[in-house]
């Protein structure tokens, strides 16, 4: 069974042998994905709609830090982070469920609202973070999905809000509308 932790440690249950970890960003019937294009097998692939997680680093403390270091990179497209940011998002935006746990994957859902605070504490000038991304850091989902720029080394491209709904199926006449 899982462990309470203090405030400052917003863990509900632990997962020693976790594999990867990830955030789903949910409101209402809407959750944030992105384009993963390193999934892409040839020129005319259009890649792959996915979450924001991945696996397991040496250095990370446990599946949380996993989970907003994942997060912050594939956002920001930035893979050197400050420990102290990944803390910080932790204490201040605590866990309000417990994650599932899934074959080794962690993943746990924060709001919008959450999301936003996430992106207010990364502009913070103390942080040094900065994206190649963006013009200016992202503060709000709008900014988030507006104003991305069209980088081609990234793992993640184009952002978008999908329903959440199963199964998906988009028709091809409005996937042809939208490549031509």
């Not at 309470?4 to 955030?23: C, R, W």
């Not at 080794?104 to 991304?133: T, W």
Request: proline share 6%; hydrophobic share 40%; glycine share 6%.
């Amino acid at each position: 069974m899982g462990q309470k932790a203090s405030k400052s440690a917003p863990i509900y249950m632990t997962h020693s042998e976790y594999q990867a970890a990830g955030i789903l960003f949910t409101e209402g019937p809407l959750a944030l994905a992105g384009v993963q294009k390193e999934r892409t097998l040839g020129l005319t692939d259009t890649g792959t709609l996915s979450g924001f997680g991945g696996r397991r680093e040496e250095e990370d403390i446990d599946w949380c830090h996993t989970a907003w270091r994942e997060v912050i990179e594939e956002l920001y497209n930035e893979s050197v982070l400050p420990s102290t940011l990944i803390m910080t998002l932790r204490v201040k935006i605590p866990l309000r469920d417990q994650p599932t746990y899934n074959n080794g994957y962690v993943m746990f859902r924060l709001s919008f609202k959450d999301l936003e605070q996430a992106l207010r504490i990364c502009a913070n000038p103390k942080y040094k973070l900065h994206s190649n991304l963006y013009k200016t850091m992202p503060l709000t989902l709008q900014d988030l999905l507006m104003n991305r720029l069209p980088i081609s080394n990234t793992e993640i491209g184009s952002l978008a809000l999908i329903p959440i709904i199963r199964p998906v199926k988009i028709a091809e006449e409005f996937t042809q509308d939208v490549t031509a």
